[in-house]
């Protein structure tokens, strides 16, 4: 049998077993193996769906908890700017600076580069008066 | 910027702005999805940004996004981990894109 179907098939009875029928066999059935291998397989809603079903057995430090947690979104204190300008800029220079990433105010471009590393060098060495929105036009 | 991307698997970012963040050489679980422009391989690691707003209140999340040096697109924010967990709504005549906490 390939082996995705395998995992599948043994994804599906554990699920179904529910925690009754296999409770002397559910801290040695390799969940995490399982899970990591949808998460490399690109099954991600099966990966979070054994996480989840096996979530008492996985170690509570296990990097899996983390990566498949869902977000934590809370209020921010970081204020935006009108970036109007800026935007502008973007739509009508667009086609010119292709590939470059580009670092804009208010008052337009005001650094460029070909690599975000370079971009940074320049504006290190030379830093705007205001905090620029970077961009990569791609 | 980014590109929201509500039929992305994964939130992923620019190659360029990974490294910038030392995340590109990171340990974290291998995954892989599957995009137009073929499958692409990474990892999974842990992010914050923040949602700048232009009026109302910004938000700071914390998600997990895909690395991978095989990534040749932008930063996108995907559905899954992402937008799934915001209130959002979206304005395409002017371009506008409005977001809040889940409750």
């Known amino acids: 049998m390939p082996r995705n179907e395998e995992i599948s098939r043994r994804t599906e009875s554990s699920l179904q077993h529910g925690q009754g029928s296999l409770r002397g066999d559910v801290k040695t059935f390799p969940y995490i193996d399982l899970i990591r291998e949808h998460l490399a397989q690109g099954r991600i809603l099966d990966a979070k769906n054994l996480l989840e079903f096996a979530r008492d057995v996985i170690p509570p430090d296990s990097k899996l908890l983390k990566v498949l947690a869902p977000p934590r979104i809370k209020k921010s204190d970081q204020l935006g700017v009108d970036r109007s300008n800026e935007f502008r800029w973007l739509r009508e220079n667009n086609a010119r600076y292709q590939g470059q990433w580009v670092a804009l105010t208010d008052d337009g471009l005001f650094a460029s580069a070909a690599t975000l590393a370079d971009l940074l060098v320049e504006l290190r060495a030379s830093p705007p008066p205001v905090e620029p929105l970077i961009h990569h036009l791609i | 910027m980014a590109q929201l991307d509500s039929g992305a698997a994964y939130s992923m970012l620019d190659v360029e702005v990974a490294q910038s963040l030392g995340l590109l050489d990171g340990d974290g679980e291998p995954a892989q999805v599957h995009t137009r422009h073929g499958i692409i391989k990474g990892h999974l690691e842990r992010v914050s940004l923040v949602l700048i707003a232009d009026e109302g209140e910004p938000l700071e999340v ?14 996108f924010l995907g559905y899954t981990g992402f937008l799934e967990r915001l209130r959002i709504a979206l304005d395409p005549v002017v371009n506008d894109f409005y977001f809040g906490e889940p409750e």
Do not use: A
Not at chain 2, 69 to 75: A, D, I, L, N
């Open chain 2, 62 to 75: 914390e998600t997990t996004f895909l690395i991978s040096r095989e990534w040749s697109g932008r930063t």
